[in-house]
């Protein structure tokens, strides 16, 4: 984690919007120096638009972007010292790699014979010494994705926003990509802007995340803080493989609340929202966190419920579990699963009350369901 305390780029108040369509809504953030900071959030929530402000390309409505504590709303792109790589690499196709790295320099007006150096520098960097001849259309995606990057490295940025640059690359490249780029970030010590709406991604990667939707920020935190303490029950939803269930308050306590779930009490965290006896809530309790027949020390909670189906993904099994018309889904360790279950046995679920979130029920329509019945 950086930790230099300075500020790389600051919003206050952003807000952008295409006639009624709020693309970024009140967006508040300081980004520090050396910082990997992610945008994620579904399609359309507005991360390319808050990267486009960013860059200068777009003008906001309201509110202003800071680079280095200046000013910059009204400065045009190019006169920021910032630089953009987009999923679609745009590499010149008839300059070779070279040539290409060559180019923003030349804007710059720097000579090809003092380029050099730089052009090896961030060859290196990227690993593709000796492709310094070859054509784009001679690479492969990932090597053209390296080069772009090199390129937009060269001129030495204060800060490199990246709109999924490794969208278009195929799932164990992607994985490879994330951590060169990961490794060359560390080595630059460049702050990162970084969008993606992939969120395992954004998760390995990032020291700080900003998960959005509609334009709104619902929550700004480490992959650590967005995953164990989600903010709402969209971001809640959107990262991880969550369960959640309908209950009731029953009790608030001082160190924990009860609810009442199917018929069940099901000791849970306090919530940050004010609830109060008979409210509608939702709980969320984590798919790893749910335990299939719990041997000697019992959890906080345990339901009896009826195994409704097994299914075996390689590295784990998921189990769904029903109890009085509630659902709820146990991920167990391949390793640690016990063969002797079957579909229809009766079993004991149980969870820890810490494991149990709960949020307003008004929420539910922003949770974001991967279920069957979603389909
Ligand atoms: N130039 C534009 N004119 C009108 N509406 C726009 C324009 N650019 C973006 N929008 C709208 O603003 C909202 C945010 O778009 P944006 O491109 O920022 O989303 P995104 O989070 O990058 O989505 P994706 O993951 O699909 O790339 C969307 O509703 C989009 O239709
Ligand atoms: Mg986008």
Known sequence: MPNSGLTAIELRSLTKKFDDVVAVDNFDVIIRKGEFFSLLGPSGCGKTTTLRVIAGLEIPTEGSVLLENQDVTRIPAYKRNINTVFQD????????VKKNIFFPMKMKKVKMDDAGPRIQKVLRLVNMEGFETRLPQQLSGGQRQRIALARSLVNEPAALLLDEPLGALDFKLR???????????????????????????AMTMSDRIAVMKGGLVHQIGSPDEIYNEPASAFVASFIGDMNFLNGKILKIGEKEDHAEVSGNSVRTRKTKTILNRGDDILLCIRSERVLLNPGKSLPDNLIKSRLK???????????????????????????????????????????????????????????????????
């Open 89 to 96: 690499y745009a590499l010149f196709p008839h300059m070779n």
């Open 175 to 201: 994985i490879a990509m994330q951590k060169v780029l990961k490794d060359i970030q560390r080595n630059v010590g460049i702050t990162f802007v970084y969008v993606t709406h992939d969120q395992t991604e």
């Open 309 to 375: 189906r097994i299914v075996f993904r390689g590295v784990d099994f998921e189990a769904t579990c029903e109890f009085n018309g509630s659902e709820i889904r146990a991920v167990v360790g391949a390793a640690f699963w016990d063969h002797s279950l079957k579909e229809g046995d009766i079993v004991r679920i149980g969870f820890n009350f810490d494991d149990v979130v709960v949020f307003p029920r008004s929420e539910e329509k922003d949770v974001i369901k991967y279920s069957a019945e979603a389909v």
